[in-house]
């Protein structure tokens, strides 16, 4: 199991803050946007005797509910079309286990989200990292590059979009040639559409409505960005396939059942007005084109403009980030504060790729992301390590 690149510089953080130092966290994607109250009253509002297994696929209710919210972002999706999981991170497990018998491989476009490291490896699943570059803005690598990857054992493509680590939005072209892909080599598209509802710059295209493969894509969802409900886990698989569902069902009663709290958290957040997107939408828009421009405006630093999500990737001009992201909260620090970013070399599969950028998670306010940008330029201007 590879280490989460994310979590690794933790005790180093925690070293830090021992010594009196305060730390902006920009390493991690814990919004820091509160959890809606209306849904947090309807737990803490529940009137139950037992707090009992719910059904495998998730409350009914819910699933409705949930089939609305998608009705209304474009979606025509049935509740039986989905099954509820414990964090979009099941689903993400629950995909692979469904999808791919032990050694079958899947593509995924790097930098990428680390974690499917980690599903991929319990469900004997092997990554086919394609690399995309940050000075083509994290674009969609092109079609050869994907054919010359695919052979007997590759089963699907996995995006994130947008995407984490990059906070690349994939354009319609882009999507429209993952559609061909996929059905030209009889692949399944694993879309992660954690994310969805922070889009700045352009529409999202919802893998759902790619057409004529509908029974190959399996959309991957979570509570945890949308409502800011990370602690709640609760996330869904939604696939057309049903096929598939029965047998992403079978690993569901295997493990019972999701967590009731957030199902009754997740139903009433449904509930929301429209408008609760625009509030956190715009606040993220806000931070973005701080952290963005803040980044650009220090010499030899370069971070293309995220469409989505809430990160960026840098590239910075030092020897190695994993080195420089620790010695940041080791050795440095700036009116007694420091900052805490994500090396990007974990988010790559291949060998060797992102020892110079760093991922940075939008999740502060503007005026911690201001001095935590401080620390950054002050910290470039004094690494030993600087090219
Ligand atoms: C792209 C992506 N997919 C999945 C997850 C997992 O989400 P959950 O909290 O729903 O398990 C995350 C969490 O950061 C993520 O960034």
């Known amino acids: 199991m590879p280490a989460s690149p994310i979590r690794k510089l933790?005790?180093?953080?925690?070293?830090?803050?021992?010594?009196?130092?305060?730390?902006?966290h920009l390493n991690i994607g814990q919004p820091d946007i509160e959890t809606p109250k209306m849904a947090l009253d309807a737990v803490r509002n529940f009137d139950f005797k037992v707090l009992e297994?719910?059904?495998?696929?998730?409350?009914?209710?819910y699933r409705k509910k949930l089939s609305a919210y998608y009705k209304r972002a474009g979606m025509d999706i049935d509740y039986q079309q989905i099954i509820v999981t414990t964090g979009g991170s099941e689903a993400i497990l629950f995909a692979f286990m469904s999808c791919l018998d032990a050694g079958d491989e899947v593509i995924i476009p790097e930098p990428f989200y680390a974690n499917y490291n980690g599903f991929a490896v319990s469900?004997?699943?092997?990554?086919?990292?394609?690399?995309?570059?940050?000075?083509?803005?994290?674009s969609l690598p092109p079609v050869a590059e994907f054919e010359k990857l695919i052979g007997p054992r590759t089963r699907g493509i996995m995006i994130c979009n947008p995407n984490n680590p990059t906070g690349y939005l994939y354009s319609r072209e882009e999507m429209e040639t993952l559609r061909q892909l996929i059905l030209k080599?009889?692949?399944?598209?694993?879309?992660?559409?954690?994310?969805?509802?922070?889009c700045y710059t352009g529409e999202h295209i919802a893998s759902l409505n790619l057409k004529g493969v509908e029974d190959r894509v399996v959309m991957i969802d979570t509570i945890s960005k949308?409502?800011?409900?990370?602690g709640g886990r609760i996330g869904a698989l939604v696939t057309r396939n049903q096929d598939l569902l029965d047998t992403v069902l079978k690993f569901a009663q295997a493990r019972l059942s999701p967590p009731s709290f957030a199902q009754i958290l997740g139903e009433a957040a449904t509930d929301l007005p429209a408008d609760y997107f625009d509030a956190t939408k715009a606040e993220y828009l806000k931070r973005r084109d701080?952290?963005?421009?803040?980044?650009?405006?220090?010499?030899?630093v370069f971070c293309p403009n995220p469409g989505g999500a809430f990160y960026a990737m840098a590239s910075l001009p030092v020897d190695d980030t994993d080195k420089f992201c620790q010695w940041i909260l080791e050795s440095f620090s700036y009116d007694n504060q420091t900052v805490m970013l994500a090396p990007a070399g974990g988010f790559y599969g291949t060998p060797g790729l992102g020892q110079k950028e760093i991922r940075l998670a939008y999740v502060l306010n503007t005026d911690a992301l201001h001095k935590a940008m401080d620390c950054l330029e002050k910290a470039l201007e004094k690494y030993p390590g600087k090219i």
């Open 290 to 300: 701080v952290l963005v421009s803040r980044l650009n405006a220090i010499p030899g």
């Open 226 to 230: 949308r409502y800011s409900a990370c």
């Open 10 to 24: 933790v005790p180093y953080a925690e070293a830090a803050k021992k010594r009196g130092v305060k730390v902006y």
């Open 123 to 138: 469900a004997g699943v092997v990554v086919k990292p394609l690399t995309s570059y940050i000075d083509k803005g994290f």
């Open 185 to 198: 080599h009889d692949l399944y598209l694993f879309a992660d559409e954690a994310y969805r509802d922070f």
């Open 53 to 61: 297994y719910s059904h495998s696929a998730g409350n009914e209710s």
